[in-house]
């Protein structure tokens, strides 16, 4: 069974005190027990005396000077047995207090080397101790405190270290944080160029493509239109597909587009119309399916043209040479659905497409390149919550839109 001490609030020196107390009772109730013995011999010792010598004048003086001999030896053996008494207990105590002030001595000598050794580094020296069980615990004690002030010593060391590497990295991180301010403001400052850039670009080409588009349109109603002419037509008309949305990219965040009523019929039909000399120069062909005649949609027309523009430069883009793109116009519940289909490379993940410069096949860098035109178109859709479809198989890929009817 395991035993455990409990620990009284007493000190040393109080202990002392009561030991000596109780010693000195322990003395007291010696003498005392000694001194009744003696006295019960006493006792015995008169009525001895007195059955001795019959009763007479005479022997009466007798018995009075024996009765006074025996109280003279008992008061002097009791004298004696207590100052013997006192002498020991004084010896006793000289011996237990030296001891106890070795004790005493070795103790403190310990407690002020612990309370010392949180401060300075140094030893206990044996030789300073009396006592041997004290004199084996020394160099224990000097080990633990060896052991712990290595240990100090190395969290001292780790610490400095630790410091030395952490100003380093803050001095590190403030460099780097330095530098990723002004590569910052150089990429602000190279962003806002980029824009002005194309923003100065777009205006300034929308002039020299109108001026060329209309040349073309006065040339042709004087002049016979020849091959070389419709291409210079349709690649000016592709252009400005794209300069219309470099204009949309550039303005979309600065300017208001209001919506308005579109009859999303007629307005299918401009645009193909449109790209008709596109389509004929790339060996295709539109049929146009409008099913929906009175539809009419809530819509701002920069967004719409957009969203038709790039579905159908799209479809001539990546139809087979020599078919058809069949376009239609559905009234599907309360959504009129435009749709644009053809027989082209089948697309494999058609959630992918709208995804900028998204491309398949890397090695075929112009057909499976669908640059920023059908992220604008998704960009848009998100916006103003029309649903595309996209469906791609061996014989058709087809791109639908379903837009909110008015009314409905």
Do not use: W
Request: glycine share 2%; hydrophobic share 40%.
């Amino acid at each position: 069974m395991k035993m455990t001490l409990i620990g009284i609030n007493i000190t040393i020196k109080q202990a002392n005190v009561i030991t000596v107390v109780v010693v000195f009772l322990f003395s007291m109730v010696f003498v005392s027990l000694l001194v009744e013995e003696m006295y019960k011999d006493y006792k015995v010792a008169l009525e001895q005396n007195v059955k001795n010598y019959p009763s007479s004048e005479s022997n009466s003086v007798l018995v009075a000077q024996n009765n006074e001999k025996l109280k003279s030896i008992l008061i002097k053996t009791t004298l004696a047995i207590v100052t013997l008494s006192f002498i020991l207990f004084a010896i006793a105590l000289g011996f237990y207090k030296i001891l106890s002030a070795l004790l005493q001595r070795d103790t403190q000598t310990f407690l002020e080397y612990f309370e010392s050794a949180a401060h300075k580094e140094h030893v206990l020296i044996p030789e300073s101790i009396f006592f041997k069980d004290f004199r084996v615990m020394v160099s224990y004690v000097n080990n633990m405190l060896e052991t712990i002030n290595e240990q100090k010593k190395s969290l001292r060391d780790l610490n400095v270290g630790l410091e030395d590497r952490v100003k380093k990295k803050t001095s590190d991180l403030l460099v780097i944080n330095e530098n990723l301010k002004k590569e910052k403001t150089f990429s602000q400052e190279l962003l806002k160029s980029q824009k002005e850039f194309l923003r100065y670009a777009v205006h300034e080409t929308n002039t020299p493509l109108s001026v060329i588009l209309t040349s073309i349109e006065l040339y042709t109603m004087k002049n016979q239109k020849d091959r070389q002419l419709s291409k210079i037509e349709a690649a000016v008309k592709n252009i400005f597909s794209i300069y219309d949305d470099l204009s949309y990219l550039v303005k979309k965040d600065q300017v208001e587009y209001p919506k308005s009523v579109v009859n999303l019929e007629k307005y299918v039909a401009s645009r193909i119309d449109f790209f008709a000399e596109v389509a004929e120069h790339s060996l295709i062909s539109f049929a146009y399916l409008p099913n929906a005649i009175d539809a009419h949609i809530h819509f701002n027309e920069t967004k719409l043209q957009r969203v038709v523009d790039n579905t159908i430069t799209n479809a001539i883009k990546y139809t087979l040479p020599k078919n058809e793109v069949l376009v239609k116009l559905e009234k599907i519940g309360t959504f009129v659905e435009f749709s644009m289909g053809s027989k082209s490379k089948i697309i494999k993940d058609t959630s992918k497409v709208f995804d900028a410069y998204y491309r398949e096949d890397a090695s075929d860098k112009d057909r499976n390149s669908f640059g920023l035109g059908l992220k604008l178109v998704r960009t848009i859709c998100e916006e103003e919550g029309v649903e595309i479809l996209v469906d791609s198989n061996e014989e058709r890929t087809a791109f639908a839109y379903r837009f909110k009817i008015m009314g409905d």
